[in-house]
């Protein structure tokens, strides 16, 4: 498992070889979305349909990188590990194995609420990762506190409130393959912390206990890190957000596993971007696969994007050095793709880089 | 028959069981459609590409539900079950077995000319269930005015006139595979009356017996229940309707199964709104399998809407509890949606709650 | 050979059966088309990119029907029999069995100058058909206009001038397969007339034996009968023939079978019956499958349609007796359209008939 | 390996035999493309898109042909053997067998700075050729001035730099298939010649080698032959190119094989035949396969055509003579699709006779 295989080339050839060697279930949880999987396949061909302007003949680009700064962090590229539940599904080393290979590769790690490792044990695994905290806002409000103060003492650099999970998506592959958590791999960080009550009504059980803006008003006043919005889609939420305090947004649709037959995040970016203005950071997550879905998302507004289920993919098929290959392979196409497109520097990436009918 | 499967999640897993479980010609008949089944697979193309908006951290979705009255009769979710005729192909309980579930769900339940159990069974097997006929003019108005009599007798709260199969449709399969009713299975509330006279020639055999706009006014005065009109496409119809004081319109295309190359039901739903005012209740059929399916049709004009093959496919598959699963999972799926979207009741979904490139 | 299989509805059905009947190379030389066949495919999905505008509950549709009278001939239907080369490939009858069938059925009838039968020989054996000759112009005016002569001498009612294949389209399946005449078929028509040199050049040798303008001036001072041209795909094009005097227009691009990346027949009627006003007879071919066809072609301005390979097909499969079955499904399917969209006449068949977003 | 299979007839089947023929890295090299192949097919989609406009009965057709003058030379079609790299993997002659082809068919002939065959060889087994040498820049000027004067003493009428390829597109076909070139064949003509040091950044390393528009500049003054620029995909490098005096562009995007996500080339020729005026030579390549792909560009604005990995197929089935065919085909194609559009010459050809909605 810790071999990478000779004919891995891309992230693709991950998730074929993931296929091959995780359980059906874990599988079907793994790769699942909801419903029938528009908004799933749909982050995909959008990415795929926005076009790159091939540049030649560029002067200077031998000085070129790809490197970029997140509230004062400076990454090799403009990536995260995106906040995964549960990443023991994968490999036993889990969010243990991911954070070291963030770090080898100088990218950012969001460490998820439901990880199956302690915040502490992330932090002490690999002191100098770039990480942030996931949070899912807890039933109470002193535990969801506690899970902050947890985090800013570990030495985690941002906070991300996601918002668009509150309740889980249909996710019918995963309900047909009969999916459960195997023993040993659990939400960890919420041992002994009450979880919500389930019931049979989205309404009178789920959504009573989502939080709401008034909760993440109350966020803001509880830390003194940046907090980022995760899976903000409408324009207006964006404005909302900004409208709080909050510090930066992450576009998603949660990998197309909430909510089916929404857009993709690469369609909704621009829109977002243009209401909040040209500073505050705007991330993008939901089906980057490429380096130059990448180089797309940041010619569209985006700062940086995030990672997901390809890290567990390649977790599963090589351990932790297939997770810093993975991130490798990344960096090398968005480099490939700066330099063809003329682009010596993140900064350079803009809509001009992309072709539209002249 | 009466076990649902574990592996059935939504209705799609119903109508991937029933094909096992029918007969091939039952199943030609069931799932079949006109000519080359363009519009019965544009019903769901175009539902599919409706997006829908999701919004996050919206206040008060506690107190949310999915309920909805038509004609003052309250339902738990806005969905009638379609007037299928000859139930007792999927199973022997056939329209007696899917009303109890409607009724279990306290959904609708439209009771088809066509059906294979009588009018007063239908009645007497759920009293309290939430109940109208479909009406097929017959060749004699007193004949169809017997009908309508039995059902205001038997307690249907509303008559749905179909209005777009004066004609069967062209469908190949069901004639290659050389379907025919089986014993014992009969429209039996049409017993003893007399039928149609079979011709070779569409016009002079089947139109010249077919109901028009003056039947449609002289239906309108014998009976005091509302009136809905179904098959209805075009505005300039649905405003004919409206002049005659029916009381409201079915989009359908008839499941895609009597004229094909139309466009889809849901398609021609905002026109036929826009054309009738905001008051008068207007339902769509042809295509819903999603709870998300709902929330657009909905969103973009409709009251409700009726759901038809899937009922025969969990009927056959799991009984009256397969049709009462089903439309618990329509239900789950659409307040999903509706949380999601930031809607707490029914009344909140409109065209905002659509994505439409920003 | 003259059984019709129980399990054929419709003109693919036929299309089906013909491919396990037919040997190899016939089946090539049949079915295929120019290049890669983007005509040939874009014929259909053009055509099903049309939609038709159901309305209900329409008065009188109980007298209606489909027939449609040109140049003073009525027939059953709007619709001909294209002039098919070579029809002794399908069955032992070739030309001989379809005008018989096409008599029977009360449709047109286009004899081609390729036909595996004789001129007289069709005239004798259904001296009611109604009957057009399809001329390819020859070397030689002389042998040009004996052909006319002898169609003039056995009653055939127009001429049918093809212009759109001077040269062979680019067959690959064709060549691939070897495909030769067997013994026996042959263009029995132009026994003993110099055929053009066959060279290995376009230009210099087709081309330059190939009909011009000038041709069809002198052809149009040869006859009184009407005179047709076939394969007009430009309104320019029409608007010559309009002023030379052409009685009628043909849209057709030979089904595909000569100049591939053309558009569909279907896309360029409209123009072409703007360009020549609403009287000139517009016939169209390529493509029709469906009496919704028809119903499409009528719509955008067609006068009436010829039926090509489905006509070999079916006389591959059952003979005389399949031509007439495929001749009665197309009115079947045409009348059901007609009375589906209110419409009991040809006449009332309009644009209006065709959905168009509201 | 000499003789023509026959069954084929087009491009296409060169290449499906070519498949069976060739060694599987060989194949994936050949045959293969950057990223997930976005671009490569959508070459050929856009030139399937492009529809021609078919005329008829158009006069003097007999004298047409397809001959088209490029630099004062006169060439049988507006065609190209494209500089394609390691022609001997395709056969033991490699370019010695294409050069002598193109001869034959008196079409140019293109040689790579890659080719696995002398600029002399080249030149002395086929003294008639009409023969280009294609540069790629060395790291020393003198070294790349070097080949310049071979080719220029050999008798090559112009030089062709390519611009887009600083560095290997990522091909993980190849990639996968662990290609690498067999004995035997390698780059000839770059004996003895230092080669760029290969690291690991694509900035540091590649790109600081890569020529820059001053490059350019400098190579213009080197040389009297005529200068065509080869990869531009940007008016404004086109513009930039023609303001440093170079005399033609090669509209390019490497078959898909450097940058992946960029548009086709027929997309992009419009606007850049726009931005340099009518008179300045553009060529095309990526994807022609048919005489009407070039008769498509040829319509949109270029001059000629260059052919690719056809030429490899070709070579690789049936050798010099394979190749040699394969031009007759595409020159048979062009001529058909010609006169069967109504143009007698290459300067008949212009955007009229393409089809777009009327």
């Not at 003492?153 to 393959?177: C, F, K, L």
């Not at 003194?224 to 899976?231: A, T, V, W």
């Not at 599963?316 to 990344?330: F, N």
Request: glycine share 8%.
């Amino acid at each position: 498992m810790n071999q990478i295989p000779t004919d891995v080339c891309c992230l693709a050839d991950y998730e074929r070889h993931a296929q091959t060697i995780l359980s059906e279930p874990t599988w079907a949880y793994l790769s699942g979305y909801s419903m029938d999987g528009f908004t799933h396949q749909r982050n995909r061909t959008k990415l795929d349909e926005v076009l790159v302007q091939q540049r030649i003949l560029t002067e200077s680009l031998g000085q070129g990188d790809c490197r970029q700064t997140l509230f004062g962090t400076e990454l090799s590229m403009p990536l995260l590990i995106a906040p995964l539940a549960y990443q023991k599904l994968a490999s036993s080393m889990g969010e243990l194995g991911s954070v070291q290979a963030a770090a080898a590769q100088e990218v950012g790690f969001c460490l998820s609420t439901l990880a199956s490792s302690t915040i502490e044990q992330v932090a002490d695994v690999a002191p100098q990762s770039k990480r942030w905290f996931q949070l899912y806002c807890q039933p109470s409000l002193d535990d969801t506190l506690t899970l902050i103060r947890r985090a800013e003492s570990s030495g985690y650099q941002a906070i991300v409130v996601t918002a668009d999970a509150p309740i889980n998506g249909v996710r019918n592959a995963e309900q047909r393959a009969g999916f459960e958590l195997p023993d040993g791999v659990r939400a960890v960080n919420l041992d002994g912390l009450p979880q919500a009550a389930q019931g049979d009504s989205v309404f009178a059980c789920w959504m009573g206990q989502a939080p709401d803006w008034q909760t993440l008003a109350w966020l803001r006043e509880q830390t003194s890190l940046p907090i980022l919005l995760k899976g903000v889609m409408h324009p207006a939420d964006a404005k909302c957000a900004v409208e709080l305090g909050i510090d930066g947004l992450i576009v998603s649709n949660h990998g197309g596993r909430v909510l089916d037959s929404q857009p993709a995040t690469i369609e909704v970016l621009p829109a977002i971007r243009a209401a909040v203005g040209a500073t505050l950071p705007v991330l993008l997550d939901s089906g980057i696969r490429r380096g130059s879905d990448i180089f797309k998302a940041i010619a569209l507004g985006a700062d940086a994007v995030l990672l997901g289920r390809p890290v567990f993919y390649a977790q599963a098929v090589a351990g932790p050095l297939g997770v810093a290959h993975c991130l490798r392979i990344l960096r090398d196409e968005l480099e490939a793709t700066m330099a063809l497109c003329g682009c010596a520097t993140v900064q350079d990436i803009n809509q001009d880089c992309l072709y539209t009918p002249f």
